[in-house]
Nanobody, 127 residues
Framework: QAQLVESGGGLVQPGGSLRLSCAASGLVLNYYSIGWFRQAPGKEREGVSYISKNGETTTYADDVKGRFTISRDNAKNTAYLQMDRLKPEDTGVYYC????????????????????WGQGIQVTVSA
């Protein structure tokens, strides 16, 4: 059974860092682009970042540019989201998702193009 599992979330102070991992099993991540999404309490899920199958193309939401870095290690079947200089407004449940066919323009909005989703992991930024 194919699945994505996020890890690395938790509680961090403003200005701190976290590194989220998205480990895939039952599917070969090479064949999928990866998106990271988040959902804050009372808000809709929003796209945070995207990375293409070969890692050459990345996309970021405007409010995380320069603070978050997406990467992947296809040999380990894992994708990552390095989050630095975290702010309270980054708080939410973070999800990774895998899409077989999606463009960088679609990646942060076309959630229906993602075939697999992780269960989500809580990130809380608070003093």
């Amino acid at each position: 059974q194919a699945q994505l599992v996020e890890s690395g979330g938790g509680l961090v102070q403003p200005g701190g860092s976290l590194r989220l991992s998205c480990a895939a099993s039952g599917l070969v991540l090479n064949y999928y682009s990866i998106g990271w999404f988040r959902q804050a309490p009372g808000k809709e899920r929003e796209g945070v970042s995207y990375i293409s199958k070969n890692g050459e193309t990345t996309t970021y939401a405007d409010d995380v540019k320069g603070r978050f870095t997406i990467s992947r290690d296809n040999a380990k079947n894992t994708a990552y989201l390095q989050m630095d200089r975290l702010k309270p407004e980054d708080t939410g449940v973070y999800y990774c998702a895998a899409a077989p066919w999606i463009t960088s323009i679609q990646a942060l909005v076309a959630v229906d193009l993602y075939d697999y989703w992780g269960q989500g992991i809580q990130v809380t930024v608070s003093a």
